[in-house]
């Protein structure tokens, strides 16, 4: 094909694969976790309220992360609803752009073939796939961090004047990425540019970064929602979004979220499955000399890697970790990872490569047994579609390595992508069910709805979760930084009751046991799921007698 058709070629075949893993079932399932749910619901009250400012659940400031996922939730629920799709679909949206983004870049940067596989990598990595699907803030900070990254990587390249362009797409990109999770959209991006600019001696092309504009222009961007919030709730939302969810979140355990030192390495290595084996390959490849050569592969090599160390150390040192924190990493792995496959295309079977074969193969059928086992457990599933996957994964582990080492590589490749693209499909319509069940009150919620009389809230009793928060449009509970209040004892939940004449609660069927046997409510039960239990509850006719 000529180079026109071949980029069609391409970016139709990238498209396809994100319709695949980006969007296949994408509003078939609940909102889950507490995340989801809490970031839709404040969406939908700042489009209910036509508010673009002010961040709320309940009502009440919610000031944990800042305004993009919300607008961008907004603009979507407006389009598509306010549902699952709506919420999801931006997530859904940037994957695709980011992936797009490092094809255009490695395309640019080495070669047309060299993008592509990148891309590919990146579309099929797990955990790239897993947050695309996801309503919350991760991936629109990916999305915006890998946009600023690759423009820094074209302005970089490129000496000519134009090039400064660039720089300044970066600086509103990151800008971007402020208004997505807070400072960090600024600080890893600083880090990880000045340690590559220190290492390389790019810090002397500061002048053609036109820095001054590049302020302005990030500052601009930024304040645009900063600048009107902070005026409207001063030192309230100064406190709690500054102070406690970036100070606090980083030197303290106040959120629950601990995690050893070597916490987010695994994640790393398991977040670029099945293309992990390549991934050490490619570090275990870097020497020091690669560095100052002006060979555009090794640059961008070195550049990956410390867009992958800077964060990780970083993250690492957090007092509070969760997986989709090193979300912004995985465009650098999806770069290295496309360098080792360009070589597997390019150039002779060397012994790393090899190892990579077989640790590839051996790993597919391990994570696929591994899940299986997982679902039995944890998901209660029927053996039906764990056997599936199980064969899946031994076919695509088998026929990989059988491609491999008769030096197919662009067959074993493809056996990948599809062997990937197939067992999303069985995870979808097989386990996604029972994850729904376990991480999701939806029908609970739905039962609360239908029962809910005028002025009936919900609170939670040793337990709530937040998929009540959305699916019940947030009739629960909440204080003045829109956290839902639950009640810790039998004495503040009758408190609760007898001021509010009847509430709906939700709690743990072991709770729930000893709940009724207290003489000083009157509990009618209207609805379990899993080990949850929803009621209402009255205070007790006269004071010592259960009715």
């Known amino acids: 094909m000529n180079m026109r058709a071949s980029e069609k070629a391409a970016i139709a075949a990238l498209l396809a694969m994100s319709a695949v893993f980006f969007f296949y079932r994408l509003g078939s399932f609940a909102l889950i976790g507490p995340d989801e749910p809490r970031y839709a619901q404040v969406a939908r009250e700042m489009l209910q309220r036509r508010d673009l400012i002010t961040p709320t659940i309940g009502g009440h400031l919610w000031a944990e992360k800042p305004v993009l996922t919300y607008w961008l939730m907004m603009l979507s629920m407006s389009l598509v609803g306010v549902n699952e799709w709506g919420a999801r679909l931006p997530s859904a949206l940037l994957a695709m752009l980011t992936a797009l983004a490092v094809y255009a870049a490695g395309r640019r940067l080495i070669s047309q073939r060299f993008g592509f596989l990148s891309a590919v990598v990146l579309i099929t990595s797990v955990m790239f796939a897993g947050f695309a699907h996801a309503a919350s803030t991760d991936m629109p900070l990916s999305a915006m961090m890998a946009l600023g990254m690759c423009s820094f990587l074209l302005f970089e390249r490129e000496p000519s004047a134009r090039a400064s362009m660039w720089m300044l797409v970066a600086y509103a990109c990151f800008a971007l990425a402020v208004l997505a999770k807070g400072l960090v959209g600024i600080v890893l991006p600083a880090g990880i540019i000045g340690t590559y600019g220190l290492l390389t001696g790019q810090w002397r092309r500061i002048r053609d970064a036109r820095l001054s504009l590049g302020i302005a222009i990030f500052l601009a961007v930024a304040s645009s929602w900063y600048g009107p919030v902070i005026a409207r709730h001063g030192w309230t939302f100064i406190d709690e979004f500054f102070i406690s969810h970036h100070f606090q979140r980083f030197v303290t355990p106040k959120f629950h979220h601990p995690g050893p030192p070597y916490?987010?390495?695994?994640?790393?290595?398991?977040?670029?499955?099945?293309?992990?084996?390549?991934?050490?390959?490619?570090?275990?490849?870097?020497?020091?000399?690669?560095?100052?050569?002006?060979?555009?592969?090794?640059?961008?090599?070195?550049?990956?890697?410390?867009?992958?160390?800077?964060?990780?150390?970083?993250?690492?040192?957090?007092?509070?970790?969760?997986?989709?924190?090193?979300?912004?990493?995985?465009?650098?792995?999806?770069?290295?990872?496309?360098?080792?496959?360009?070589?597997?295309?390019?150039?002779?079977?060397?012994?790393?490569?090899?190892?990579?074969?077989?640790?590839?193969?051996?790993?597919?059928?391990?994570?696929?047994?591994?899940?299986?086992?997982?679902?039995?457990?944890?998901?209660?599933?029927?053996?039906?579609?764990?056997?599936?996957?199980?064969?899946?994964?031994?076919?695509?582990?088998?026929?990989?390595?059988?491609?491999?080492?008769?030096?197919?590589?662009?067959?074993?490749?493809?056996?990948?992508?599809?062997?990937?693209?197939?067992?999303?499909?069985?995870?979808?319509?097989?386990?996604?069910?029972?994850?729904?069940?376990?991480?999701?009150?939806?029908?609970?919620?739905?039962?609360?709805?239908?029962?809910?009389?005028?002025?009936?809230?919900?609170?939670?009793?040793?337990?709530?979760?937040?998929?009540?928060?959305?699916?019940?449009?947030?009739?629960?509970f909440y204080d003045e930084k829109g956290n839902v209040i639950v009640a810790r004892s039998p004495e503040e939940l009758l408190d609760r009751v007898r001021r509010e004449g009847s509430v709906l609660c939700v709690t743990r069927d072991d709770v729930f046991e000893d709940l009724v046997k207290d003489v000083r409510f009157r509990i009618q039960p209207l609805g379990r799921q899993r080990r949850m239990v929803l009621m209402r509850i009255r205070p007790a006719l006269k004071e010592g007698k259960h009715q």
């Open 263 to 476: 916490y987010f390495l695994p994640v790393i290595l398991l977040g670029l499955f099945p293309w992990t084996a390549f991934l050490v390959s490619a570090i275990t490849r870097l020497r020091w000399s690669d560095l100052k050569r002006g060979d555009p592969r090794d640059r961008l090599r070195w550049f990956s890697s410390i867009w992958i160390l800077v964060p990780l150390v970083f993250f690492s040192l957090s007092q509070s970790k969760l997986p989709g924190y090193i979300l912004p990493v995985l465009p650098a792995g999806a770069f290295l990872i496309g360098d080792e496959l360009d070589r597997l295309l390019t150039t002779r079977l060397d012994r790393r490569l090899t190892i990579s074969l077989y640790a590839t193969s051996v790993l597919v059928i391990a994570v696929g047994a591994s899940g299986v086992l997982y679902a039995r457990k944890e998901l209660s599933v029927s053996d039906g579609g764990g056997i599936t996957i199980l064969g899946v994964a031994m076919v695509t582990g088998i026929v990989f390595l059988y491609w491999g080492l008769k030096r197919r590589f662009r067959w074993a490749i493809a056996v990948i992508v599809l062997g990937s693209a197939v067992a999303l499909v069985i995870v979808a319509r097989s386990y996604l069910p029972a994850i729904e069940s376990k991480e999701s009150l939806r029908r609970l919620a739905q039962i609360a709805l239908r029962e809910m009389k005028p002025g009936e809230r919900i609170i939670g009793y040793y337990a709530f979760h937040h998929s009540l928060t959305f699916y019940t449009n947030a009739r629960s």
